[in-house]
């Protein structure tokens, strides 16, 4: 038990990013952080991580006892959940999603997530960026669209709709476009991918599929939020998902166009780092589940 004990510490160490702040997560003395990683790096052998007065650093062996360790801390959790299921839900999740989908989804709903589990703390990040799972430390991850190869499992979520909209002012100035070659005299709001830094096409649903377009436009971003701000400021068409760009159709900000070549709706997957799903990470996305269903 004392080496489980351990580990537990070391990757709290290293998910929180100090001994201080692992002390305090696990409320433990921080003596007691220091002593259980002098006693793990004396039972594997090795040095785990290098030390500054600033900041820790996993070494090579570090980095591969951390990959390896976390799942095993996972499965045992998981092996007792099997003997008690109605266990109450304990300790930290830590999830990343896009802005868009924590704002608006998510933390709304988070309180009835809480009365059902109210020992479990979420340390929730929101970004447009891509986030490398094991680095940061991170139980799971959600990812819109169609995803990289890595060192992941993807469970599928359901599909988010998506729309393609303008604002009131754009539109009076260029136009409203009526068919997919009408769009050659016009500018869209550009979305790049933070990983492979290529700008994402435009996709349509046509009578015989799908088809892609590279719309010309000025500006290109990787944040939902600003991407909101552009298209109600006439800087071009709009291109995401109906739940983010609805509120704004409805006040009148913006205008949904091209109804009769929609965009087809895009895959919401949940990322997790191993094969064992833990059962925080399940009851996680048993929950968000239901949230994807009602934006159907």
Same mark, same amino acid.
């Given at each position: 038990? #004392?080496?489980?004990? #351990?580990?537990?510490?070391?990757?709290?160490?290293?998910?929180?990013?100090?001994?201080? @702040?692992?002390?305090?997560?696990?409320? =433990?003395?921080?003596?007691?952080?220091?002593?259980?990683?002098?006693?793990?790096? $004396?039972?594997?052998?090795?040095?785990?991580? $290098?030390?500054?007065?600033?900041?820790?650093?996993?070494?090579?062996?570090?980095?591969?006892?951390?990959?390896?360790?976390?799942?095993?801390?996972? @499965?045992?959790?998981?092996?007792?959940?099997?003997?008690?299921?109605?266990?109450?839900?304990?300790?930290?999740? !830590?999830?990343?999603?896009?802005?868009?989908?924590?704002?608006?989804?998510?933390?709304? !709903?988070?309180?009835?997530?809480?009365?059902?589990?109210?020992?479990?703390?979420?340390?929730?990040?929101?970004?447009?960026?891509?986030?490398?799972?094991?680095?940061?430390?991170?139980?799971?991850?959600?990812?819109?669209?169609?995803?990289?190869?890595?060192?992941?499992?993807?469970?599928?979520?359901?599909? =988010?709709?998506?729309?393609?909209?303008?604002?009131?002012?754009?539109?009076?100035?260029?136009?409203?476009?009526?068919?997919?070659?009408?769009?050659?005299?016009?500018?869209?709001?550009?979305?790049?991918?933070?990983?492979?830094? $290529?700008?994402?096409?435009?996709?349509? $649903?046509?009578?015989?599929?799908?088809?892609?377009?590279?719309?010309? *436009?000025?500006? =290109?971003?990787? #944040?939902?939020?600003?991407?909101?701000?552009?298209?109600?400021?006439?800087?071009?068409?709009?291109? *995401?998902? #109906?739940?983010?760009? @609805?509120?704004?159709?409805?006040?009148?900000?913006?205008?949904?166009?091209?109804?009769?070549?929609?965009?087809?709706?895009?895959?919401?997957?949940?990322?997790?780092?191993?094969?064992?799903?833990?059962?925080?990470? !399940?009851?996680?996305? @048993?929950?968000?589940?239901?949230?994807?269903?009602?934006?159907?």
């Amino acid at each position: 038990m #004392n080496l489980f004990e #351990n580990i537990k510490i070391f990757i709290e160490i290293v998910d929180s990013g100090s001994f201080t @702040q692992a002390a305090e997560n696990l409320q =433990i003395h921080r003596p007691a952080v220091t002593k259980a990683l002098q006693q793990l790096e $004396q039972e594997s052998g090795v040095r785990l991580l $290098q030390r500054t007065t600033r900041r820790i650093n996993l070494t090579s062996e570090g980095e591969e006892f951390y990959r390896r360790s976390k799942p095993l801390l996972a @499965q045992a959790d998981d092996l007792l959940e099997s003997f008690a299921p109605h266990r109450p839900l304990h300790g930290q999740l !830590r999830v990343d999603m896009p802005i868009a989908f924590a704002r608006l989804i998510v933390v709304p !709903r988070l309180p009835e997530f809480y009365q059902a589990h109210p020992d479990l703390e979420i340390i929730l990040s929101s970004s447009d960026l891509r986030r490398d799972m094991l680095r940061d430390g991170l139980d799971c991850v959600l990812r819109m669209g169609t995803l990289d190869d890595g060192d992941y499992v993807a469970k599928s979520l359901g599909d =988010i709709k998506m729309s393609t909209c303008a604002s009131p002012g754009y539109l009076a100035k260029y136009g409203v476009p009526r068919t997919l070659d009408d769009l050659r005299h016009h500018q869209g709001v550009n979305w790049i991918n933070s990983s492979s830094r $290529q700008v994402m096409p435009w996709v349509f $649903q046509t009578a015989t599929g799908s088809e892609e377009i590279s719309l010309p *436009g000025k500006l =290109i971003l990787d #944040n939902s939020e600003v991407y909101i701000s552009a298209g109600i400021a006439g800087l071009g068409l709009l291109q *995401g998902m #109906n739940f983010f760009l @609805q509120p704004y159709i409805d006040n009148g900000q913006l205008v949904e166009v091209l109804p009769n070549f929609p965009c087809p709706h895009r895959r919401l997957s949940l990322l997790y780092p191993h094969r064992h799903l833990s059962h925080k990470v !399940r009851v996680f996305a @048993q929950w968000l589940e239901g949230l994807v269903e009602g934006l159907r």
